[in-house]
């Protein structure tokens, strides 16, 4: 589990994911959600 070592130093949006990558940055990702179903295709 992550660790908070700076609470407040990123402004957060809805919907995104923040992590730290390998060089030590923080990255903003949009989350994945369940998504939409989709129609069948026409013959």
């Known amino acids: ?6 609470k ?3 402004k ?4 995104c994911m ?3 990558d390998g ?3 923080v990255c903003e990702a949009k989350m ?4 939409k179903k989709k ?3 026409k013959k």
């Open 8 to 10: 407040g130093a990123v």
């Open 39 to 41: 129609k069948k295709a």
């Open 1 to 6: 589990m992550g660790r908070i070592l700076i």
């Open 18 to 20: 923040y992590y730290v």
């Open 32 to 35: 994945a959600r369940g998504g």
């Open 23 to 25: 060089a030590g940055n």
């Open 12 to 15: 957060r949006e809805k919907g």
